[in-house]
């Protein structure tokens, strides 16, 4: 126990320390060639540094389970890569439609920054997505318990995605992720009302599907939810190095 408390530790300082000094580069402007490489392989190695560490949660407790059904103790775990699977592409997808029609978020587009692409959408997108989830119900889990309502943990995840978009979004305008051809005139709610409530919307359905098939009963590790404050200190950083 105290082994793996340690280890915990470790990978919580080092996910501080990343985002820190990430963020604190941007406020020296610094390294600024460096991060805009480091860009969309942070987002990824992230979302997949979680469900590593989830899917070994998930391999334990089917390991030391008592049930003798080999089918039911691997289901959790597949249910598991299934949803992720299922994350990616919805999203990669709604992405691919938002930016080519603008009916879902709003009129946006992607600059050269997240690399590879595809069509003009990131790769990475699909995996900022699911970093993004993973972390919030690191928080769900913080202040819930199984025993409240589907819909009432789907209602904090999805307020809880949104909180996150409201500040990422101008950072990544600042940064130049993306840009909005909308201009809403405003230095914080740089997107429209629309793009807004798409993240509600679309945050609930995934982590309503997800609450519904028995996924995330098992505590997630610690990482998870200090991913998502970790996330909001670089934000946070970068903003008043960019302002």
Not at 28 to 46: F, G, I, Y
Not at 49 to 63: A, E, K, M, P, S
Not at 145 to 165: G, K, N, Q, S, Y
Not at 171 to 192: D, R
Request: hydrophobic share 55%.
């Amino acid at each position: 126990m105290n082994k793996r408390l340690t280890a915990e530790n470790i990978e919580i300082t080092l996910l501080y320390f990343l985002m820190f000094a990430g963020g604190l580069w941007h406020i020296l402007n610094v390294l600024q060639s460096a991060m805009r490489l480091l860009a969309a392989p942070m987002v990824v190695l992230l979302a997949l540094w979680i469900g590593f560490r989830y899917d070994q949660v998930l391999r334990h407790r089917r390991n030391s389970a008592d049930e003798t059904s080999t089918e039911d103790r691997l289901s959790p775990t597949a249910r598991f890569h299934w949803w992720n699977v299922v994350v990616a592409v919805s999203c990669f997808t709604v992405e691919f439609v938002g930016v080519k029609t603008g009916l879902i978020f709003g009129v946006y587009s992607y600059t050269d920054v997240w690399i590879p692409a595809f069509r003009g959408v990131p790769i990475a997108i699909s995996f900022a997505w699911l970093g993004m989830l993973l972390t919030s119900f690191g928080l769900v889990q913080r202040f819930t318990t199984l025993e409240h309502p589907v819909w009432l943990r789907t209602l904090l995840l999805a307020v809880l995605m949104t909180i996150f978009d409201i500040f990422m979004e101008p950072v990544a305008v600042k940064l130049n992720y993306w840009q909005w051809i909308e201009h809403t005139g405003n230095s914080f709610f740089v997107a429209p009302v629309q793009n807004y409530a798409a993240w509600f919307a679309i945050s609930y359905a995934l982590g309503y599907g997800a609450l519904r098939h028995g996924l995330f009963s098992l505590p997630m590790p610690r990482v998870a939810f200090h991913g998502y404050w970790a996330q909001l200190l670089y934000f946070a950083m970068v903003a008043l190095g960019k302002a």
